[in-house]
């Protein structure tokens, strides 16, 4: 039922701080300041490696984890889509951990790479929206999402979900390794908590995207730039945009746009920057600049010390509440999606079930 919501995807994305909260609170002891999972500590302090698996959406869910598996753990990550895993002929040593990230659980492709991984003697774990479902069935592991049933084609809430829990992983995993101090851990923990009123502060700022949303829709190509947590987010933006807007978008690193894609750069390719204030801010600022003296047209996405720093010259910015890096992506997935969201409205297309496209997709 999508309620007063014109779309389920429009409800999914509005649902985000309640079930983010419901994901967190069973994962986080908030008085204790502690950070438990449903397995026993012991499981996860002789993990060496972690090769993570995983399509689409719940992949870029993934190359937010490994900035954090590293940071937090100091173990080594490894990464690919599912399509592509098993035929590089990955190198997996026996016990290390192998993580599957899956709203559905009955992706094809992923489920193929998580058999083929414990073939290899993984351990599975399983991070996954569907608990009955043949992925969260297979694992050793199993790291529920609760995210309620997503009904649109296009991932929102599984996706900000996952970042939940895999924060939430990354912390237990290095409590375990025994990189991670009790002061550390509660600070963490502390962060986390703030993440779902945050989301709120970021939806407040719907009816400002959706004014902006009809330069965006009249564009045949858009760009989405980010650094660190925030690459995998332009990813995830232009995602989201090529599949419910048709538009052809492409996200990049923000550092690499000078190795070649700048050479796009005009004034009718809208591009989007994703930079919340902090050590990265500066340095994608420049590269936002290269584009904005080629005549590029910039949409600043930053809080506001960010905008005020760097939004003028850009032809739209859009403030987020100041947040800690850490749940930083979390919290700018939710304009990237309300972006999508109305230029796909802006355009008529049929929002919750793009052409082409399943919700699940269950053929390799
Ligand atoms: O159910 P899964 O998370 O395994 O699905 C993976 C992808 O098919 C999925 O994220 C897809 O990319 C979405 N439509 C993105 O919005």
Known sequence: DRGNYRHFMQKEIYEQPVVVAQTLRSYLQRLEGRVTLP????????????????????????????YWFEQFARVPVDIDVASEFRYRQPVMEPG?????????????????ALRHARA????????????????????????????????????TKAFTCQLAVLAALAANLARAKGKLSEAAEREIVRHLSEAPAAINGALAYDEAIEAMAGTVASARDVLYLGRGTDYPLALEGALKLKEISYIHAEGYAAGEMKHGPIALIDDAVPVIVIAPSGP??????????????????VILISDYDGVAAAGEGCIATITMPKVHPLIA????????????????????TDVDQPRNLAKSVTVE
């Not at 397995?39 to 993934?62: H, K, M, N, Q």
């Open 329 to 348: 992506p979390i919290v700018y997935a939710v304009p990237v999606q309300l972006l999508a969201y109305h230029v796909a409205v802006a355009k008529g």
């Open 96 to 112: 290390g951990l192998a993580l599957f990230i899956s709203q559905s659980g009955e992706t094809a492709d992923t489920l193929a």
């Open 39 to 66: 397995i026993p500590e012991s499981d996860l302090s002789d993990v060496r490696r972690v090769t993570v698996v995983a399509c689409g959406t719940s992949f870029y869910a993934g190359m937010v984890a490994r």
């Open 280 to 297: 990265l801010f500066e340095k994608t600022v420049s590269n936002m600049q290269e584009v904005r003296a080629r005549g590029g047209r």
């Open 120 to 155: 290899e003697g993984q351990r599975i774990a399983v991070v996954c929206n569907v608990p009955t479902s043949s992925m969260a069935r297979e694992a050793d592991i199993l790291l529920p999402t609760h995210a309620g049933p997503e009904i649109g084609v296009a991932s």
